[in-house]
Structures are given as C-alpha cells and as structure tokens.
C-alpha cells in the first residue's frame, strides 16, 4: 500500500456509490461499528467493497494478498 508510506489520502465514500456495505471486518471479521474504512475498488460499473475495523488491518489484509490469499 504505497499511502501507507507517503500518508493517506482519504475521501469521505458515498453512500450512494453502488456497492453493498460489508458487516464485518475483512482482516479478523470482528462487527464493524460506524467507524470503520470501507476499501471499494472500481471494475468497470461494478463496485467491489471490503470494509475493514482499522487501517492497520486494512494494510495487513492487503500484505497477506487481500482477497486472493
């Protein structure tokens, strides 16, 4: 995650944005609370959500490949 390196660079989401919010933590599945990191990537016109309880599980789930782990 080269933000994690340089610093963030954050954008408040839109709730509006097409993609279904998850519930739960994609890194330790804990129940994700109103504050939480929503990481959704853009493939094409779908939009495909992980939400996350921290950044520092957000960079842990993507050093230990993410979705494709």
């Given at each position: ?17 097409g ?7 994609a ?32 960079v842990?789930?993507?050093k ?6």
């Open positions: 995650m080269p933000w994690s390196i340089r610093g963030e660079h954050w954008e408040e989401g839109d709730d509006q944005n993609a279904d919010e998850p519930g739960s933590c890194h330790c599945g804990n129940r994700i609370g109103t504050d939480r990191v929503i990481l959704v990537r853009h493939r094409g016109e779908h939009r495909v959500p992980d939400a996350f309880c921290s950044v520092e599980h957000l842990e789930w993507a230990s490949g993410g979705r494709w782990r």
